[in-house]
């Protein structure tokens, strides 16, 4: 079955430590994106790659990080320097024609210890 | 730069009524997609419609349809006999060409009550 593989499902940060959401895909789509999601709140864009080796900021890149090294991976970094990192991560990957949905992964709750 | 505005937080509706949740963008690109997203409380985003800037017809997919006025740069999803699995929290995207990530609204909560 092809598909977005998220993991962890939840995950836990201590204070100063950097944690790695992973983001997998088997679609063979070349656009992978990383949102985050509030209590309540619509998604906002953190980063999104269009090709293998680079990618873009999103509205709210402050204290992430991200790689492209294959174009079935597309690992989300949330650094230390993320003061507020508690909430819903979604990974999402899509074919490069406007009319094609992004497909979205089951995402990854991040809580702060 | 493009924006999408939900204005209902939340909307309850009887089981087997229909109900329209609101959405209006905003754009400069004469080439857009519009989508809608159900996110159940599991927290998974399942596409539902689609509809282009230059479709002529609303799009439709069983029972979810858009109204689609171009002029008032509002698509509204409409979901017809409601069921209570339909409670879910609908969100309005849209994205102006290419590969370009989609700019979501905020959301709107429904509530189907039985």
């Known amino acids: 079955d092809g598909g977005i593989t998220q993991s962890p499902k939840y995950l836990f940060r201590k204070e100063g430590q950097n944690v790695t959401l992973s983001c997998e895909q088997n679609l063979n789509h070349d656009a992978m994106y990383w949102y985050r999601q509030d209590p309540g709140q619509g998604l906002r864009l953190i980063y999104y790659?269009?090709?293998?080796?680079?990618?873009q900021k999103g509205d709210i890149a402050e204290g992430y990080s991200v790689s492209r090294e294959k174009k079935e991976s597309f690992p989300l970094t949330v650094t230390s320097a993320q003061k507020n990192p508690t909430a819903f991560y979604l990974c999402?990957?899509?074919?490069?024609?406007?009319?094609?949905?992004?497909?979205f992964g089951d995402g990854t709750r991040l809580s702060i210890l | 730069a493009q924006k999408i505005t939900q204005t209902q937080p939340g909307m309850f509706v009887q089981e087997k009524e229909a109900v329209t949740l609101d959405c209006t963008y905003d754009t400069s690109d004469p080439s857009y997609g519009l989508f809608w997203y159900k996110q159940p409380s599991s927290g998974e985003m399942i596409f539902l419609i689609y509809q282009g800037s230059y479709d002529q017809q609303n799009a439709t997919e069983g029972r979810y349809s858009l109204n689609f006025q171009k002029a008032r740069k509002s698509a509204n999803l409409v979901i017809s006999a409601s069921q209570l699995g339909d409670s879910a929290m609908y969100f309005c995207a849209m994205r102006a060409s290419g590969n370009t990530p989609l700019v979501f609204g905020k959301g709107t909560r429904l509530s189907v009550i039985a």
């Open positions: 999402a990957s899509s074919i490069a024609q406007t009319n094609q949905p992004q497909h």
């Open positions: 790659s269009q090709i293998v080796n680079d990618f």
